[in-house]
């Protein structure tokens, strides 16, 4: 019964996850420029990866699997953001912010919360 | 925690990744424990009060909910049909309020993984950190969220 059940949820969070993936995927090729695209790959991309590691712990049937597929959805949580953060500052210090058509840009003037637009 | 306690869990941890809770791989996971406390036990603060401990585990959970939420939020605008009017992309400066160097770690990291936003940079003398917004509103709506919400639940941990 119990493992019936893990079996399905399982099953359910292996599709969301790559459902989550593919959403990812798309958004990357759709989004305009790299700081929206890095929102679709850091938090898209880190669940869907997240819930396929889950799943993995939920179908394996193995303490010591499960426990390190369980640690290895932390280590990815942890280090998402880092590269989605050096990859949008990279881009910030080399690319013309002129291209980018954002609606406010306060790291160009240094700008602090009275200098805004 | 304090020092001998770290090396325990850190033993545990070890052996969780490595699969096997055998004695020797236990202890083996101690020494590099041992090893890793040594190396930085500068940086290691002072001991934790069980009241941080949940604090901390109040700030995981609004975590993993907010995180749900923004990979939804992601969702809809990467399917969205028209995609071009739901995006209005900003760089906004956050008045820090949080000062330490771990802090400021956490809530970047906290920041990039929840609904629409994304940390870019940090100003050199550390009291503003830049934050790119996928569906700009306002500024202060937006500083109102990220210091009600994350910014009070990490200086309560760090408190």
């Not at chain 1, 969070?13 to 929102?39: C, E, K, N, Q, W």
């Not at chain 1, 949580?77 to 953060?85: E, I, K, Y």
Request: glycine letters at 8%; one cysteine or more; proline letters at 4%.
């Amino acid at each position: 019964m119990i493992a019936a059940i893990a079996i399905y949820a399982g099953c359910i969070l292996l599709l969301l996850g790559a459902l989550f993936s593919l959403i990812a995927a798309i958004g990357v090729v759709r989004l305009p420029d790299l700081y929206t695209r890095m929102h679709a790959a850091s938090k898209a991309g880190a669940v869907g990866g997240g819930l396929v590691l889950l799943a993995v712990a939920l179908l394996c049937f193995d303490v010591g699997v499960g426990l390190r597929a369980i640690i290895g959805f932390v280590f990815l949580l942890l280090t998402t953001p880092v590269s989605a953060h050096l990859l949008a500052r990279a881009s910030y210090r080399t690319t013309d912010q002129l291209q980018m058509k954002m609606v406010v840009d306060e790291l160009k003037t240094k700008g602090g919360p009275n200098s805004a637009a | 925690m304090n020092p001998a306690m770290t090396v325990v869990v850190l033993a545990l941890i070890w052996a969780a990744i490595t699969g096997t809770f055998s004695g020797l791989n236990l202890l083996l996971g101690a020494a590099i424990g041992i090893v890793a406390v040594l190396l930085l036990r500068k940086n290691l603060g002072p001991p934790r009060r069980f009241r941080q401990l949940r604090n901390a585990a109040s700030l995981a959970a609004l975590f993993l909910y907010e995180l749900a939420a923004s990979a939804v939020r992601v969702a809809i605008v990467v399917l969205t049909p028209d995609m071009k009017s739901a995006l209005k992309p900003a760089i906004i400066a956050f008045p820090l309020s949080v000062k330490s160097d771990a802090e400021i770690t956490l809530l970047a990291n906290l920041i990039t993984l929840t609904p629409g936003t994304l940390s870019v940079d940090v100003s050199e003398d550390r009291s503003l950190l830049y934050v790119h917004a996928l569906n700009f509103g306002t500024r202060e709506g937006l500083i109102a969220d990220i210091a009600g919400g994350f910014e009070a639940k990490v200086r309560e941990v760090y408190s």
